[in-house]
């Protein structure tokens, strides 16, 4: 990693001047394991080189890294400097109509009804709903808008990419703090499946960030039907092998109590 008063001047559309001072502020913090290239001049971290403004984020980085992948950011307007070769599973293309997410994100900001054409998995044919969005989901794989559905007089999911020909309906007749299940809140206990062995729980402790037995991840309980599918929580654990099957849910009685019925929409 390395940089340069010409990259400042690049991604941040800085002057000169600027970017030279902006760097001899940061060196007055004498950074550690900072090394300056005369031929490049260019400033590099050395392999002992410690941040003084900010520590180190993975996740940034590998989500950046992401966002390159999808074609979503180009690698120069990143913060990754070098970008390593990569690759990452494909995933199906879930097209939303640009001005379908712009229909729904301005009725959450202003709060009104949309009248929808939807399709849903009860029909063979779309039919026109009356929705009252007032949120945003993503359940690892799709886009949902959060709404009041005036047909079934429900809070309810539906997929962005099944929705289409929105209109304004009016101002929106219900309240997003009486939908109980966006609100709510459950804790899923994990730890490693207890028919690994003590080297593999070990390892998939690492992978899930498991300090001690187990670990809570907190979910919305409307979304909880797509957290556990998505974790492979949804079936018992004696359903799959351990080897595929590397985390329980410790808390599998509690969770049942809180999981509400879900219907396709």
């Not at 992948?69 to 070098?82: F, H, K, V």
Request: proline fraction near 8%; aromatic fraction near 8%.
């Amino acid at each position: 990693m390395s940089v340069s008063r010409s990259d400042l001047v690049r991604r941040f559309g800085v002057s000169m001047g600027q970017a030279s001072a902006d760097i001899a502020r940061y060196l007055a913090r004498d950074p550690p394991g900072i090394v300056y290239d005369k031929s490049a001049k260019r400033y590099a971290a050395g392999h002992d080189f410690k941040p003084v403004l900010a520590l180190p984020d993975s996740g940034r980085f590998l989500g950046e890294l992401r966002l390159v992948d999808l074609g979503i950011l180009q690698a120069g307007d990143t913060m990754l400097g070098t970008v390593p070769p990569f690759d990452a599973t494909p995933l199906p293309q879930r097209p939303i109509d640009p001005f379908v997410l712009r229909a729904v994100w301005r009725a959450i900001r202003e709060r009104y009804a949309l009248d929808i054409l939807y399709q849903s998995m009860s029909r063979p044919e779309p039919a026109r709903r009356t929705i009252e969005p007032h949120a945003l989901a993503h359940d690892g794989f799709r886009w949902h808008a959060r709404a009041f559905d005036r047909e079934t007089g429900e809070f309810r999911d539906f997929v962005l990419g099944r929705l289409s020909k929105p209109k304004p309906r009016g101002e929106s007749g219900s309240a997003p703090e009486n939908d109980a299940d966006w609100r709510t809140f459950i804790e899923l206990v994990i730890a490693p499946h207890p028919g690994l062995t003590p080297a593999q729980a070990r390892a998939i402790a690492l992978d899930y960030g498991i300090r001690g037995r187990s670990t809570s991840l907190k979910v919305r309980r409307a979304l909880l039907f797509y957290a556990l599918k998505r974790l492979g929580l949804d079936v018992a654990p004696e359903t799959r092998p351990p080897s595929e099957q590397h985390i329980i849910l410790v808390n599998r009685k509690d969770i049942e109590a809180a999981r509400v019925r879900r219907v396709e929409t």
